[in-house]
């Protein structure tokens, strides 16, 4: 485990790096596209100890799992919802030996998929989701939860309430956001980034922030807004390498490391401390921000 606390280690005025996109390399190692990508922690783990040493060589101070859709509701969509347990327990240990001792491992969780206004969830089958995947992850070795790209604020909350109430680990809660036509963000259920902070925090969130979605740059107006909304609370901040653009029937993302890294100085100045990427980011995006965040420290 990390010596210290995340919130510990933050208190000083550290900036820390977290990781890039996973599911990109997952796909570079042969999955295939209706693949389970939490399987392979059990079928093919040295594949995914590769993803994660790659992310520690490139300089992130901590690292996900490979567990983003670890819920039993996800995993019964492959007939794996029996294997919760030992699908995130997998996925821990492996992020667990790519960090060792002095990075931390921030196990990914993500949305389930069911929503509560639909009537195909209930508060109450949430939580036991979250629980469950949670428990086995804190057995795997992983020090926080990273409950990421939630649109809701009911699942959010459950998902949070799981994690504190039945495990050690600390805490990170982002949200996704898109830009509206009145220049303002929302989630996909029309949550702004001041309520994802407010009932974040009052969930019991450690650290709350913006994931996936956007380009550095408009990741850099999100995290203001939440600055503001919140003085101290500890923000992360994952964003895209750019937005989307479809070149030749292939999916690509357009911001280099040098453009993402030209952003460090602004996204700290927002009020981030915790960067790292997502969808598009690779481990030179990250190698980029590592040093743009020391170049800027270096100066204060």
């Known amino acids: 485990m990390a010596k210290m606390r995340i919130t510990e280690a933050l208190k000083s005025g550290r900036i820390l790096i977290s990781d890039g996109a996973w599911g990109t ?4 190692k042969g999955m295939k596209p209706g693949e389970c990508p939490e399987a392979w922690c059990l079928d093919r ?3 995914v100890l590769d993803i994660a040493k790659g992310y520690i060589a490139a300089g992130a101070d901590m690292i996900e799992t490979d567990s983003f859709g670890g819920t039993c509701f996800k995993l019964e969509h492959y007939h794996l919802a029996d294997k919760v347990g030992a699908l995130n327990e997998a996925a821990a240990k492996i992020s667990r030996k790519a960090a060792g001792n002095s990075q931390w491992v921030i196990a990914s969780i993500g949305p389930t998929g069911k929503m509560l206004a639909m009537g195909d969830v209930t508060e109450e089958e949430f939580y036991d989701a979250f629980k ?5 992850l804190e057995k795997g070795g992983a020090d926080a939860a990273c409950i990421e790209t939630m649109s809701d604020i009911e699942e959010a909350v ?7 109430e039945n495990t050690k680990l600390e805490v990170i809660c982002t ?5 509206t036509v009145q220049g303002t963000y929302r989630t996909m259920m029309g949550v702004s980034p001041e309520d994802a ?8 969130a450690d650290i709350v922030g913006p994931n996936c979605g956007n380009g550095i740059e408009r990741m850099i ?6 600055r503001a909304a919140n003085k101290t609370i500890p923000i ?10 479809n070149v030749g029937g292939v999916t690509t993302f357009p911001e280099t490391p040098s453009d993402m890294a030209a952003r460090i100085p602004q996204m700290i100045q927002a009020g981030a401390n915790i960067i790292g990427g997502c969808c598009g980011t690779t481990p030179d995006h990250i190698t980029a921000m590592k040093k743009a965040v020391e170049a800027y420290q270096a100066k204060r």
């Open 25 to 28: 390399f997952l796909q570079e």
């Open 45 to 47: 783990p040295d594949d």
């Open 132 to 136: 469950e995947q949670a428990v086995a």
């Open 158 to 164: 459950q998902a949070i309430k799981a994690v504190k």
């Open 175 to 179: 949200f996704t956001f898109e830009k």
């Open 197 to 204: 902070v407010e009932a974040a925090v009052a969930a019991g």
């Open 221 to 226: 107006d999100i995290v203001k807004t939440m």
């Open 236 to 245: 992360l901040v994952h964003a895209n390498a750019g937005l989307p653009v």
